[in-house]
C-alpha cells in the first residue's frame, strides 16, 4: 500500500505513534462524541495500542486511517486532521467515510482536498465501487463538503443520532465510482 497521498495542501499519510498526543486530544473531544460511537474518554495506552496495532491492510481490518498534514512550500507542515474508512465489506466493495479537520484549519480546503486524495484511493487503488458517509442534518459545513466531493444524498436515518436530549436525524450520502 502507498505509504501517503499528496496534494497541494495537504498529504495523507500512515499514523505513526508520534500522533498519539493529537489523537488522545481529538478522540476525548466530547463536543464530537456524539458523530461516533464514544461516549467516555480514551487512555493514551489505548491508543498507543491502536497505533502501535494498526494494521495498514484494509481486507484484514476493515478499517484505515490516514493523518490528514498540511503541505507547505511541499513540505509536511504538521498534522491537522484524520481521514478514516471504516466498515469496508470486500464483497460489495463499500466502505465508510469520516473525516475530522481541527477547528482552527477549518475553511481552508484542507477536507475537501483530503477527501479527493482518500477517493482516490478507494476508486483507483483497491477498486471500490461506492463510498458513503452519515451526517447529522444539522452539520452544514459537513453536507457542502460531501456534495461539494461529489456525494449525493441518498436517504436519511430518522433520530438517528442523540446529542444532548434530543434526537438527530442522519443524512446518508454516498458516491459511485465514475
Not at 501517503?4 to 495523507?12: A, C, D, H, P, R
Not at 484524520?82 to 480546503?109: H, S, V, Y
Not at 443520532?161 to 458516491?175: A, M, P, R
Request: charge should be negative; proline fraction near 4%.
Amino acid at each position: 500500500m502507498k505509504q501517503s497521498f499528496v496534494g497541494e495542501k495537504v498529504m495523507l499519510r500512515a499514523v505513526e505513534p508520534g500522533d498519539v498526543e493529537l489523537l488522545y486530544v481529538w478522540e476525548n473531544d466530547p463536543t464530537i462524541w456524539h458523530l461516533g460511537s464514544l461516549s467516555a474518554p480514551l487512555s493514551r495506552f489505548v491508543l498507543d495500542q491502536y497505533v502501535m496495532n494498526a494494521n495498514d491492510d484494509i481486507y484484514a481490518s476493515r478499517q484505515i486511517r490516514f493523518m490528514i498534514e498540511k503541505v507547505t512550500k511541499g513540505r509536511p507542515a504538521g498534522a491537522i486532521g484524520t481521514i478514516d474508512l471504516f466498515d469496508f465489506d470486500p464483497k460489495n466493495m463499500r466502505a465508510g467515510i469520516g473525516i475530522l479537520i481541527q477547528q482552527e484549519e477549518r475553511g481552508k480546503g484542507y477536507a475537501l482536498e483530503s477527501l479527493h486524495l482518500l477517493l482516490e484511493y478507494c476508486f483507483q487503488t483497491i477498486g471500490m465501487h461506492t463510498v458513503y458517509a452519515g451526517i447529522p442534518e444539522n452539520n452544514l459545513p459537513s453536507i457542502r463538503l460531501f456534495e461539494r466531493a461529489g456525494f449525493i444524498q441518498s436517504g436519511m436515518r430518522k433520530e438517528w443520532l442523540k446529542s444532548g436530549n434530543q434526537w438527530i436525524n442522519e443524512l446518508f450520502y454516498q458516491k459511485l465510482k465514475d
